[in-house]
């Protein structure tokens, strides 16, 4: 069963981080992307640029263009992950290591994923 795992933080706090510290981060968050890897249950990971490159198009009898991002909250979605496990169980378990890996507030949220391929079926990785 494919999930993403959608990664949620403040983003002023992150990237208000020392050189150091974001280098521990990712260095943890790599361990758990390694041993998910080896595993054969990774699948694309994504680390987004700031929400100030964001454009939105709101949707309306006009559609509207607007700068920046579509939620208007404290968190804002900082990226992703696509996995490859057995069930909802299993993907709670690597979004747990995840947090462990990633410290502060924040959520994560995990979400069921079906590819769409056009002309084509719903498949997995």
């Known amino acids: 069963m494919l999930y993403a795992i959608f990664c949620y933080n403040q983003e002023d706090v992150t990237s208000a981080w020392a050189p150091e510290h974001e280098a521990r981060v990712m260095g943890d968050l790599m361990a758990v992307q390694d041993r998910l890897s080896a595993a054969g249950k990774l699948g694309p990971v994504a680390r987004l640029l700031p929400t100030t490159a964001a454009t939105t198009l709101r949707k309306g009898d006009e559609p509207l263009v607007i700068d920046g991002p579509f939620a208007e909250t404290k968190e804002q979605l900082l990226g992703f992950y696509v996995i490859d496990v057995a069930d ?17 507030l924040g959520s994560y949220e995990i979400r069921p994923l079906a590819l769409f391929h056009p002309g084509g079926d719903v498949g997995s990785l």
């Open 88 to 104: 909802l169980d299993e993907a709670l378990a690597v979004a747990k290591d995840l947090a462990k890996a990633n410290p502060g």
